[in-house]
């Protein structure tokens, strides 16, 4: 008020007076909103947009890449735990977003439950093995799960080479697993990310294959399948390589979990979500926001 009646050139009992003139009269209406009321806010907001539950990080604004990482990695690493119990059997995508979930997770005793690699991570530089199967025995680690690895290339050279082995028995069992869970937990691989994907960055693919993909206007990827803005996975020739499960398997599991940091990561989360693979999303604040805005926007009837 003293800096009103400054700015006014009058006293602070008469802005005092006005002030509640104002508020008796319905022109002036003073509230005060709990930050913790955004993020509530934000989730209803993709409730409704979208038919999915959104548990929305807050995180603020200036954060850097790796951080929102982390912070949204340790909420989504509490959150799991509430999810997956006894006799079910989780799949999980390994990649940058999985391993940091993966180092915050809340230990919580299962029984015959199961951890199931739900993509290949060899390629022609390494097996892949260590990676993966770090990230997959911390989940099995944590839970007292049983942890059932995927030991293919996340791409094959030669379509009919994948489709042979997935005839084997071994491998037969694996995808049959894979059909057959109960949550799929998953963060998105994304050629515009701020912390790099690392099916982008690991060696898994040449230049003739993001030639591929760019033509194919691919935005993303979940568990090594690549899709467009619009959800659509049709004619991306590389899909027909990928070792991970089709969007029509993971359409088939009951929850699946995304977990996703970083506005670099929306057209990437807007191709997943046109797709139809998400459930649950676990994202930070500015994300959602971004997100939220802009479906708006899109959705706005033409003026």
């Not at 009269?25 to 934000?42: A, C, E």
């Not at 459930?279 to 604040?285: A, E, G, H, N, R």
């Amino acid at each position: 008020m003293e800096a009103i009646a400054s700015e006014l050139h009058t006293s602070r009992s008469s802005v005092s007076r006005l002030l509640s003139h104002a508020r008796e009269t319905g022109l002036v209406d003073i509230r005060v909103h709990s930050p913790f009321d955004i993020p509530r806010q934000l989730e209803d907001d993709i409730a409704r947009l979208f038919g999915i539950v959104a548990h929305v990080v807050p995180v603020p604004d200036q954060t850097g890449d790796a951080d929102r990482l982390e912070r949204v990695a340790v909420s989504a690493a509490r959150i799991l735990g509430t999810f997956f119990d006894s006799n079910m059997s989780m799949g999980i995508a390994w990649g940058s977003t999985m391993s940091a979930i993966s180092r915050h997770l809340v230990p919580k005793a299962t029984q015959n439950s199961t951890i199931v690699q739900l993509n290949g991570a060899a390629n022609p530089r390494t097996t892949g093995i260590l990676y993966a199967s770090e990230i997959l025995e911390r989940y099995g680690s944590a839970y007292g799960a049983h942890v059932q690895q995927f030991p293919v290339p996340a791409f094959f050279d030669d379509p009919e080479t994948k489709a042979a082995l997935w005839r084997e028995r071994s491998i037969a069992r694996l995808v049959a697993m894979q059909r057959e869970l109960d949550i799929a937990v998953f963060g998105l691989g994304s050629p515009f990310a701020g912390v790099p994907s690392h099916v982008y960055i690991g060696g898994y693919l040449d230049a003739a294959d993001f030639a591929s993909l760019s033509e194919s206007g691919v935005v993303g990827d979940v568990a090594t399948v690549f899709y467009r803005e619009d959800g659509s996975e049709d004619g991306v020739a590389l899909n027909a390589r990928s070792s991970g499960p089709g969007i029509s398997v993971l359409r088939g599991i009951a929850r699946r979990v995304c977990v996703v940091a970083g506005i670099s990561k929306i057209p990437s989360l807007k191709g997943a979500l046109a797709a139809g693979v998400v459930t649950d999303l676990i994202v930070d604040s500015a994300t959602a926001r971004r997100l939220v805005d802009e479906t708006l926007a899109e959705r706005a009837p033409a003026s």
